[in-house]
């Protein structure tokens, strides 16, 4: 079974509001990715982390959004200012050994009202 | 580049019937990883299969699958569906530190 926690499982939001999520990474796991599952159920790629330096990220992730992954404490995702159609089901997922598989936590939900 | 492509986004069948979802990928790297992940609702998606082996059959909980690199296929299969078997089915491939996954495929299992 997965451990990879997310917290808060739910968020609501208003537009321009500022959305923060974490994310605790399974022990041992140092890569941490962040997906957004939106209304189509399609998995989009947000950033990932190696260690607590990021890897790879969109262009959306950089304009509006911060995320980070400190050593010893949670990573967390926030959305400077929210916007309508960032309402979806984040998820953060880790991976560890050499194969690529992915532990999913349960996702957080944001509503951008 | 790499891609993931799942070209059923629903499919629905009889209870019993066989279930066979297709994947197909693009790939540059030779030992890439396929996967295939289920995500029921309200829970975390979890991983189901998983194959970097050519022409290997991979099973688990019923389900097999098959790496063929020579049509970069690896298509999910079932013999006979069940109601629980309901649920999202994403097919992804790792490579360059990322993972790429289909647009999943609903599968819905009616009584």
């Known amino acids: 079974n997965s451990k990879v926690i997310q917290t808060p499982r739910y968020l609501v939001k208003g537009q321009g509001q500022k959305a923060k999520m974490r994310c605790i990474p399974e022990k041992g796991h140092p890569v941490v990715f962040w997906y957004q599952q939106n209304k189509n159920n399609e998995f989009k790629f947000l950033i990932n982390?190696?260690?607590?330096?990021?890897?790879?990220q969109i262009d959306m992730t950089e304009k509006r959004f911060s995320a980070e992954c400190p050593s010893n404490s949670p990573c967390s995702l926030e959305i400077q200012s929210s916007e309508a159609g960032d309402s979806a089901l984040y998820l953060c997922a880790s991976r560890g050994g050499n194969t690529g598989q992915l532990y999913f936590g349960e996702g957080s939900k944001l509503t951008v009202l | 580049g790499d891609s993931v492509t799942q070209k059923e986004g629903l499919v629905t069948l009889t209870e019993g019937l066989p279930v066979m979802l297709n994947c197909t990928y693009q790939t540059i790297y030779s030992n890439a990883f396929l996967f295939w992940y289920v995500h029921y609702l309200n829970e975390s998606p979890r991983l189901l299969l998983k194959s970097s082996t050519d022409n290997k059959r991979t099973e688990h909980q019923g389900f097999h699958a098959t790496l063929h690199k020579s049509s970069s296929s690896f298509h999910l299969q079932k013999s006979s569906a069940q109601l629980s078997d309901s649920a999202l089915y994403y097919c992804?491939?790792?490579?360059?530190?990322?993972?790429?996954f289909g647009d999943g495929t609903q599968l819905v299992v009616k009584p």
């Open positions: 982390f190696q260690n607590q330096e990021v890897l790879q």
């Open positions: 992804a491939l790792s490579g360059n530190n990322r993972i790429f």
